[in-house]
C-alpha cells in the first residue's frame, strides 16, 4: 500500500494543476467576455464577471495548493530540492516573476473593473493572459529538466553544477512537447469545463429565457474550439510520447504494458493502466462533443445532451490530473528519469553531449549521486528493487536520500488532518462559486 504522505503529495499537486490549468484558460477568456461587452453586447458583461469571481477565488486556492506541495517536498526530499533548485534557479525565478506579475494583474484588472479606461484596462487584461502563459513556461523547463538535466555541466575545477539555460530550453527534446502541449490542453479543458457548465445552466439554473439564451450562446462559443483543441492536444500529446524515447525507462513505464518499447523493453513500474484512464476520459470528452455539439450548433440542444456536455468537461479536468500523475509516476523512483538509463547503460554517456550536458564520464557517478533522489512508498522495498533489478544500486543510498519523515505516522497523521482542513474550504468555497444564492447573484448584478 502507497505511503499515505507521498499520496498526499499527489493529490495535491493533481488538485494545484487543475485549477493552475484553468488559470491559463480563464484568464483570456474574462478579458475577451469583457471586451465583447465593452463593443457592444452588454449580456457578456455577467459572464465576464462571473469567470473572473471564480477565477480569482480558484487562483488563491490553487497558491494555497502549490505552497502546501512545495513545503512538504522541501521537507521530505530536502537534498535533491536543495540541489536541484539551485541549479534551476533560473527557470524558477522566471515562474515566480511569472506568478507575481500574474497576481498584480489579476487585482489590477479586478478593480479596475468600470473604473479604468477601456485601452488600460485592455492592456491589462492582455498582461493577464499574457503571464499565464509564462507561468508553465519554467515549471515545465524544470519539469523536463527532470526528463533530461539538458545544459547540465560540472566544472572539476571548482567541483560545481551550473546549468546552461540557453542548452536546457534548446537541446532538451521534452521541453517544447511538453510545455506546447500543456497550454494546448489548459485551454481544452477550459472551454470544456466553462462550455459544459453554461450548457447545464442554461436547462437547469437560469432564471429567464434571457439568461438561458446567453448560457447557450456561451456554450455554443466555446464547444467549438474546445473540439479543435482537443485534437491539436491529441497531436502535442503524441509528439511528447516520440520524444520520451529518449528516456528509455520512463518511455516503457507508460508504454511497455501496451506493446510500445525502446531499449530493453522493460517496465519497472509500470503505470500503462493510468495512460489507458486518460485515454478514457479522453474519448468521454471526444463522445460528448461529437453528440451533442450539432444540437448545440442547431439550436436544438435539449437538457440531456447539455448534461453530456457538462460531464465531457469534467472529464477534461480529470484528464489534467490524470495526464500529470502519468507523467510524474512514470519515472518512479527516480526525480531524474534519464540517470537510471545512463547509469545501466541503456542511453551511452557519449549521447549526453548531445543533450547540452557537460560531465565528464569519470564525474558522472558522483554527479548522478549529488543531483538525485529517490522517491519512498511505504518504505524503501520497491525503490530497492527497482535498483537492484537494474543493476544501479551501489549508486544510490536509500538512508542518504531520502528524509523518512514522508512516512513517519506522525507526519502522516498531520498531513491528514491538514488535507481534510483544506478540502472542507475548498469544497465550501466552490459550493458557494458555482451555487451563490439567489440574493447573492440579484446584488450581484445590481
Known sequence: MAGLAPLFLAFVFGLHIVMVNLGIGLAWLVPYFKRRADQGEREFEDVAKTLMRFYAATYGVAGVFGTAFTVFLLSYYPKFLGVAGNITLIPFGLSILAIALHF???????????????PVHNLIGL????????????????????????????????????????????????????????????????????????????????????????ALRVASMLAKPALVLLLVTAALGFWYAISLQNVPYKFNNVFAGLGWSVGSGEAYYSVSWLFLLKMLLFLVQLAAMVYALPALAKGSLDAGKAKLLLYGGLAALATIAVGEYVNAFSQYPFFIAVWPDVLAGNVPVEALPSFGISIPAEALPAVVSAVNSVVLLEGSGKAAAILSEMGIAKYFNLNEVVNRIAVDAGVVALTLVFVAALMIGVVYLLYILLFPPRKQVAAARA
Open 127 to 214: 498582461l493577464l493572459g499574457v503571464s499565464a502563459l509564462l507561468i508553465p513556461l519554467g515549471f515545465r523547463a524544470v519539469f523536463a529538466f527532470l526528463n533530461i538535466p539538458a545544459g547540465l555541466g560540472f566544472d572539476s575545477a571548482e567541483g560545481k553544477l551550473y546549468l546552461d539555460v540557453v542548452a536546457a530550453l534548446t537541446k532538451n527534446p521534452t521541453f517544447w512537447p511538453l510545455y506546447l502541449k500543456s497550454i494546448a490542453a489548459a485551454f481544452t479543458a477550459t472551454f470544456m469545463a466553462v462550455a459544459g457548465a453554461y450548457a447545464y445552466k442554461a436547462f437547469f439554473r437560469a432564471e429567464s429565457e434571457e439568461e438561458k439564451r446567453t
Open 104 to 118: 498584480f494583474a489579476i487585482t489590477a484588472y479586478w478593480y479596475g473593473w468600470d473604473r479604468w479606461s477601456r
